[in-house]
């Protein structure tokens, strides 16, 4: 396979359990792919409606320069987030 200009990118993911998301499953203005087990969730800067549940994990991704978040079943949880059932 012969690739030409730039390489491709590679981009951050944060994991997280399915258990923080808010059961409004209400993602704002992010946009969001449904999958077998949750949800991926693109992080955007210029989503202006926030939900507050969503906030602290949308600034934990861009602490970490993470551009994508992955709300599965399978993934740890996080302490000290809000837990939902």
Same mark, same amino acid.
């Given at each position: 396979?012969?690739?030409?200009?730039?390489?491709?990118?590679?981009?951050?993911?944060? #994991?997280?359990?399915?258990? @923080?998301? @808010?059961?409004?499953?209400?993602?704002?203005? @992010?946009?969001?792919?449904?999958?077998?087990?949750?949800?991926?969730?693109?992080?955007?800067?210029?989503?202006?409606?926030?939900?507050?549940?969503?906030?602290?994990?949308?600034?934990?991704?861009? *602490?970490?320069?993470?551009?994508?978040?992955?709300?599965?079943? #399978?993934? #740890?949880?996080? *302490?000290?987030?809000?837990?939902?059932?």
């Amino acid at each position: 396979m012969t690739m030409t200009g730039s390489e491709p990118t590679v981009v951050a993911m944060l #994991d997280v359990s399915t258990i @923080h998301v @808010h059961p409004s499953r209400d993602f704002g203005d @992010h946009r969001v792919a449904e999958h077998e087990y949750g949800w991926i969730v693109f992080v955007s800067d210029i989503a202006e409606n926030e939900p507050d549940w969503l906030k602290p994990i949308i600034a934990a991704a861009r *602490e970490r320069d993470a551009h994508i978040i992955d709300f599965d079943a #399978d993934a #740890d949880e996080v *302490e000290g987030w809000e837990k939902y059932e």
